[in-house]
């Protein structure tokens, strides 16, 4: 499976899409400039991230843009002086860019030494990056993964130092998980809800992996997908277990997605909010799905977005519906990401 451009992100309670002309479009909770009007000005953005209360665009020049609440410096004029970025990622209050020598930099959030731990500033070689909402995961060239900043409950475990021939990481709140070349996963930090239960290492060829707050979701090469973790709400209601031809998947707060070979998505989990409204099974042509933590979003063919789900503070405000032409998602390597 060839990995996708994400075009369509969400934060907490606000979403960012990147437009087919290098422009990017937000709508949600404003209350922390998440969608100030700032973000109108930046042209060439080639990827999008965000965080709680922020977003962070990555230009075509390698340069970074930020935009949102700058409580803890998630938007510290630091991230300005940054150059040849290829990759950029974001856990609840702090930002992580890749550089194409194959450095990271952090700035926000440091009060779990999400960055001033020295260790990132060491590394080389890195091929990926992934955010937890206060750690953060870089997976080297050589197959191995190094992590730091919060580690109150073992999310940064010495236990990752013993992996090898890691393909793809991911984060949760406070649990972290890998693909390995041979289709498995492993996974390390809390477990308090069997985020990191042993049934996981049962799984193989999976191809994608993917997590919520407390729980895990992985598409197998078949196109079914597994799913572990906290199951209060239904994130893993054995439903998901009829699904075939799945192609991409996604995780909120406490539900997940799954888009199928044929347009079509499927939903579970907590739909106090709608997050799972049958709306969604009216749809066809979708492209890619992402979830916000209460809400959800779907990227249409025609290049338009629907959005259901929370709305208190306009996740799903109609504003988003005039929005035509956003990026449809290609290869990665047509954008020269990773």
């Known amino acids: 499976m060839n990995k996708k451009t994400h075009t369509i992100v969400c934060g907490s309670r606000h979403s960012v899409a990147l437009m087919s002309n290098g422009t990017v479009q937000c709508w949600g909770n404003n209350s922390k400039k998440q969608c100030d009007p700032l973000f109108r000005t930046f042209t060439d953005v080639i990827q999008i991230a965000c965080g709680k209360d922020h977003s962070v665009a990555l230009l075509s020049n390698g340069t970074v ?40 930099r952090c700035w926000g959030c440091n009060y779990y030494n999400q960055y001033n731990s020295k260790q990132h500033l060491t590394l080389v070689d890195v091929i990926q990056i992934a955010c937890g909402s206060m750690h953060t995961i870089a997976l080297l060239y050589n197959g191995t993964v190094k992590c730091w ?77 597994q799913c572990w973790g906290d199951n209060f709400e239904n994130q893993c209601d054995p439903l998901h277990r009829t699904f075939t031809d799945v192609i991409q998947v996604a995780c909120g707060r406490h539900h997940s997605i799954a888009l199928l070979s044929n347009g079509t998505v499927e939903c579970w989990g907590d739909n106090k909010w709608h997050q799972c409204d049958p709306l969604c099974h009216t749809f066809t042509n979708v492209v890619q799905v992402a979830c916000g933590s209460y809400h959800s979003v779907a990227l249409f063919s025609n290049g338009t977005i629907q959005c259901w789900g929370d709305n208190f503070d306009n996740q799903c405000d109609p504003v988003h519906l005039t929005l035509t032409d956003v990026m449809i998602p290609c290869d990665e390597k047509c954008v020269l990401l990773w």
Do not use: E, M
């Not at 209050?93 to 194409?100: D, G, M, N």
């Not at 809800?193 to 060829?205: A, E, R």
């Open 149 to 225: 900043g919060n580690n109150t409950c073992n999310q940064c475990d010495t236990l990752h130092s013993t992996f090898t021939n890691v393909i793809q990481v991911a984060c949760g709140h406070l649990h972290s998980v890998v693909l390995l070349t041979n289709g498995t996963v492993r996974c390390w930090g809390n477990n308090d809800k069997n985020q990191c239960d042993p049934v996981h290492l049962t799984f193989t060829n999976v191809v994608q992996i993917v997590c919520g707050t407390h729980h895990s979701v992985v598409l197998l090469s078949s196109g079914a997908v």
């Open 65 to 104: 843009r930020c935009w949102g609440s700058n409580s803890v410096n998630q938007c510290d004029p630091v991230h300005l002086t940054f150059t040849d970025v290829i990759q950029i990622a974001s856990g609840d209050y702090h930002s992580v860019a890749l550089l194409s020598n194959g450095t990271v």
